[in-house]
């Protein structure tokens, strides 16, 4: 086992390094759509979740702030991505094998091979990559490990894993609920401890969401805007069993998205056949049900009456707005389409399945190059201009807000790639960057919430000459305007702002000083402490449930048991 481990770990690491290609021979920082990295980041309220917008991208801020202290940040979030894509394909490789011995069916290495590149090589990992969502694949590397540890580990070897998971796929909410759902499929006799330790993986997210009030609530008409769709030629529903269909078309890799799903369903259709005779029986039954359920519901979800029905779910249940992005939850289904990859080289005479190894896990690779070097070069790292290292140094973190010009959370800079990426101010400065939440997504605007940023841009929108007072009264000490692609190169945006003095002035970045006395503004201290607490509880559970779950430490301890003995 130990030698099918290793090889299956050092094919996913491969993979994954033809994958990241660029990031990982170039170094430097990741910078698109919502993908961000930068030198070092900082723990400010935004990072530990606290504020007026929902907490999404907590813990993951959080430890980079942390992380960031002592490790270069653009080579941390790398090393967190490569990792991430290394575990989810040896995890998909593991899980396979595992649901094929539940159901008696011997495997080799090969057909773990092949369910590994499966689960490695696909639309889904290649859209939520060009989409810059990298802390989500941590969460979809979880569901296949967490399968392994329902199927094949026994008492404190597997509560230690499940929190692993847990915590592991839980730098963003989605992830967690990933694990959770893999979990409680595969061992749902464990659904109290798994509950559990899901409450405390979820703390960093949950406890901000207490701390607002009634929680923030997603703006119903982003169902709409994020839900499934349909590639042209296969519909939503094809798309979806291709393991496509992401929201932003500008997000899919090259290549024909309808040889992929012709490659799921002769993957499927083979594979159920191999196993027919087990195909109602757990765990493959429930497996096999949970994909279909994770192609089918957002397919219906991308209907009309779909539309209508998760947009009032989402307006009156805070948290539910996680249900919006429907094609990610497609990932469920990948266990079953890597376990009909796996059964289709087991059922192959021994004679040809080496041969039958090497085809299975070629066809992934070949009917999808563009996931190849950084997903066709979309990965390139970029390099900051040092005006913002002269701008961060010049805020420090006592003297208020900052307020962003242009408005909105979205640019396209001249150094960095065509594509708009999410404004990296917040992990860049010390102090808090103000945000209103807003997206514009196909010329609309959702998401926007009311509060102190909201009133800034409206400010900042009306200029005039109490502007000065009225930004120190909502507690913004600084106001910096970036300088975005036009048809004229960089440009600054003409915005007025008399009664602010000129601090910082590159070709970049202006960064300007609100004069007079600041008014206090930002989360209280028992508000910090709580988020504090929430993030050293995920911490815990993370690093409890790796040591308890490790099988080296038993050996260890099994060793130093006999040695005890031979000495007496």
Known sequence: MRSRDAA???WSAALAFVILGPLAVGGRYLLLRDAVSTPRSHLTDAALGLGGNAARATPQDWLLALGSQVVDGGLLVTALLFVALTAAGWGFGRCALAILSAVGRDAGLGAGLAGATVGLWNPFVAERLLQGHWSLLAGYAAIGWMIVAGLRLSGRRQLGAFAACLAAGGLTPTGAVFALIAGLVTAPRRWAWQLGLFVCAAAPWV??????????????????VFAARAEPGLGTLGSLLGLGGIWNRQSVPDGAPWLWTVLAIVL?????????????????????????????????????????????????????????DGQKWVALAVPLV?????????????????????????????????????????????????SWRTVADAVPADRGAVAVLPPG??????????APVLDPAPR????????????????????????????????????????????????IGWVLVEAVSGDD??????VPLPGLALVV???????????????????????????????????????????????????????????SDDDG
Not at 409 to 418: H, I, K
């Open 505 to 563: 002035d590159t070709p970049e970045l202006r960064l300007y000083r609100v004069p007079g006395e600041i008014a206090t503004a930002g989360a209280s201290p028992p508000e910090r402490a709580g988020a504090w607490a929430a993030h050293l509880l995920w911490a815990a559970v993370l690093l409890g449930g790796a040591a308890a779950a490790s099988p080296i430490r038993r050996s260890a301890a099994r060793a130093v048991a006999a040695d």
């Open 207 to 224: 406890y901000p969401s207490l701390v607002s009030g009634d929680g923030v609530r997603a703006d119903p008409a982003s169902v709409a």
């Open 489 to 494: 190169g960089a440009v600054f945006p003409t």
């Open 8 to 10: 299956l770990a050092a």
């Open 428 to 475: 860049m400065l010390r102090a808090p960057v103000l945000q209103t939440g807003e997206l514009r997504v196909g010329g609309r605007s959702v998401d926007r919430v009311p509060g102190v940023a909201a009133d800034a841009e409206d400010a900042l929108a009306s200029g005039g000459d109490a502007l000065a007072g009225r930004l120190a009264q909502l507690g």
């Open 338 to 386: 890597a376990t009909c990859a796996a059964a289709l080289v087991s059922a192959l005479p021994a004679t040809a399945r080496t041969a039958g190894a090497v085809a299975v896990a070629a066809l992934p690779i070949a009917v999808l190059p563009g996931l190849a070097w950084g997903v066709g070069g979309a990965l390139a790292p970029v390099t900051y201009p040092a």
């Open 409 to 418: 959370m979205f640019r396209t800079y001249a150094y960095g790639p065509a």
């Open 268 to 324: 499927l259709v083979g594979g159920l056949i191999v196993l027919r005779a087990r195909l109602f029986s757990p765990p493959l039954g429930r497996i096999a049900l949970l994909a279909l359920c994770a192609v089918v519901l957002p397919a219906l979800a991308a209907t009309g009456p779909g539309v209508s029905v998760l947009g009032a779910v989402v307006q009156a249940i805070p948290g539910s707005g996680l249900l919006r």
